[in-house]
């Protein structure tokens, strides 16, 4: 057993669940113990379990098995300690997670999560005087300083296999099929599966779209004889006009929904219908193209079952060194990918920071290469 100046440890799992969780508190929970005789104090869904003091005592049985399971065994929520939904309000409950850490004598609570979980735990090292160490996931890959996040894989795997199969029904009906792909600030599942899958136009949003020019490239594939075309849209996509009347301040970007209001025979309107981003992109080709076009959302199927090898390998690294890291009393860090290995880098350097794709990124040139239309 090697010296540690770390005695006994906390962890939680925040934000979106995502493949490759579980893979993670694995690789800590058997370094920290098997490695170092480190304590482990699993918290219960993300920050909120913190606050309530909900734990689970984690050790190599409790881990046992769960390197190929998908989704958490702590549970997670995507609450923050100092926004604390209680009693219909939020409320600042720092203290009441520094009061449980300090009852548990833990050294440093380990987060894994997405960017809001980075930034939350920043926050409680700064106001609340607690040590922390954190991991990068989600499928999004886009927290800042790492090459990649684990989910990121898994969840490319899944929407590449929709768009593969999503190809079989747009050539036989001669169809524009439009798959929403998640990834609401940051557009690297819908251009990674975009690109793998073959797809015809990639819409991410980073680079706000102008569909007439989609519909230009759409008939220009007609012309050639393609009868169908598949479009790959992350779900924050928005349009030249929405981005232009965002940065006027004249409209917050909207969450991809245009309000598209039914009305009965009399005229009066019966119900608001909330048009998804993808479905209006569909319908609005449709009509400027004559060419039926179908949608299909993937929503949280893309975060759904067991994680990749690529995941579970990333996964268990970082959770190893985490374990290494914790050992050498090195605290305050963010485990990161670079290259072919792990580093720790600060974490007030990727707290409140998102990594979005270059619009001269070489995956966007290398797609435009392929006679990809990025949607302008
Ligand atoms: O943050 C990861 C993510 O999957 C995003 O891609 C997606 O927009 C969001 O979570 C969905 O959040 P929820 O699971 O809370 O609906």
């Given at each position: 057993?090697?010296?540690?100046?770390?005695?006994?440890?906390?962890?939680?799992?925040?934000?979106?669940?995502?493949?490759?969780?579980?893979?993670?508190?694995?690789?800590?929970?058997?370094?920290?113990?098997?490695?170092?005789?480190?304590?482990?104090?699993?918290?219960?869904?993300?920050?909120?379990?913190?606050?309530?003091?909900?734990?689970?005592?984690?050790?190599?049985?409790?881990v046992?098995?769960?390197?190929?399971?998908?989704?958490?065994?702590?549970?997670?929520?995507?609450?923050?300690?100092?926004?604390?939904?209680?009693?219909?309000?939020?409320?600042?409950?720092?203290?009441?997670a520094?009061e449980?850490?300090?009852?548990?004598?833990?050294?440093?609570?380990?987060?894994?999560?997405?960017?809001?979980?980075?930034?939350?735990?920043?926050?409680?090292?700064?106001?609340?005087?607690?040590?922390?160490?954190?991991l990068?996931?989600?499928?999004?890959?886009?927290?800042?300083?790492?090459?990649?996040?684990?989910?990121?894989?898994?969840?490319?795997?899944?929407?590449?296999?929709?768009?593969?199969?999503?190809?079989?029904?747009a050539?036989?009906?001669?169809?524009?099929?439009?798959?929403?792909?998640?990834?609401?600030?940051?557009?690297?599942?819908?251009?990674?599966?975009?690109?793998?899958?073959?797809?015809?136009?990639?819409?991410?949003?980073e680079?706000?779209?102008?569909?007439?020019?989609?519909a230009?490239?759409?008939?220009?594939?007609?012309?050639?004889?393609?009868?169908?075309?598949?479009?790959?849209?992350?779900?924050?996509?928005?349009?030249?006009?929405?981005?232009?009347?965002?940065?006027?301040?004249?409209?917050?970007?909207?969450?991809?929904?245009?309000?598209?209001?039914?009305?009965?025979?009399?005229?009066?309107?019966?119900?608001?219908?909330?048009?998804?981003?993808?479905s209006?992109?569909?319908?609005?080709?449709?009509?400027?193209?004559?060419?039926?076009?179908?949608?299909?959302?993937?929503?949280?199927?893309?975060?759904?079952?067991?994680?990749?090898?690529?995941?579970?390998?990333?996964?268990?690294?970082?959770?190893?060194?985490?374990?290494?890291?914790?050992?050498?009393?090195?605290?305050?860090?963010?485990?990161?990918?670079?290259?072919?290995?792990?580093?720790?880098?600060?974490l007030?350097?990727?707290?409140?920071?998102?990594?979005?794709?270059?619009?001269?990124?070489?995956?966007?040139?290398?797609?435009?290469?392929?006679?990809?239309?990025?949607?302008?």
């Amino acid at each position: 057993m090697a010296a540690s100046k770390t005695k006994c440890i906390g962890i939680l799992t925040s934000g979106g669940d995502c493949p490759g969780l579980n893979a993670a508190i694995r690789g800590v929970v058997k370094a920290a113990i098997g490695s170092y005789g480190i304590k482990v104090v699993g918290f219960l869904d993300g920050f909120r379990g913190l606050v309530q003091n909900r734990t689970i005592a984690l050790d190599d049985r409790a881990v046992s098995g769960i390197l190929t399971q998908g989704g958490t065994i702590l549970g997670t929520a995507r609450d923050k300690p100092h926004k604390m939904p209680v009693g219909g309000k939020k409320m600042d409950m720092t203290d009441a997670a520094v009061e449980n850490i300090r009852k548990h004598h833990i050294d440093c609570l380990v987060c894994l999560g997405g960017g809001g979980t980075q930034k939350n735990a920043y926050h409680l090292h700064k106001e609340g005087g607690i040590d922390v160490l954190t991991l990068p996931k989600t499928i999004d890959n886009d927290v800042a300083e790492t090459d990649i996040t684990f989910g990121f894989d898994t969840a490319m795997n899944i929407a590449t296999d929709a768009i593969d199969r999503l190809h079989t029904t747009a050539t036989s009906h001669h169809r524009i099929i439009v798959c929403e792909i998640m990834g609401h600030n940051a557009g690297w599942l819908a251009l990674g599966a975009g690109i793998a899958g073959g797809a015809d136009v990639i819409m991410i949003p980073e680079i706000p779209y102008d569909l007439k020019a989609v519909a230009a490239h759409l008939e220009k594939r007609r012309m050639s004889g393609k009868r169908f075309s598949i479009i790959a849209v992350a779900e924050g996509a928005i349009s030249k006009a929405e981005a232009k009347a965002a940065a006027d301040g004249k409209k917050k970007k909207d969450k991809g929904a245009e309000v598209v209001v039914e009305r009965d025979a009399d005229g009066q309107p019966y119900h608001l219908v909330q048009e998804p981003k993808a479905s209006q992109i569909a319908r609005q080709l449709q009509q400027l193209t004559g060419t039926e076009a179908r949608v299909t959302s993937l929503g949280h199927v893309q975060r759904g079952g067991s994680p990749s090898p690529r995941d579970r390998f990333i996964s268990s690294i970082l959770g190893t060194a985490a374990a290494d890291a914790l050992a050498e009393g090195n605290y305050n860090n963010m485990i990161a990918v670079k290259g072919d290995r792990s580093e720790p880098v600060p974490l007030k350097d990727v707290a409140g920071k998102k990594k979005i794709v270059p619009a001269d990124h070489p995956s966007i040139i290398s797609a435009q290469r392929l006679g990809t239309c990025m949607g302008v």
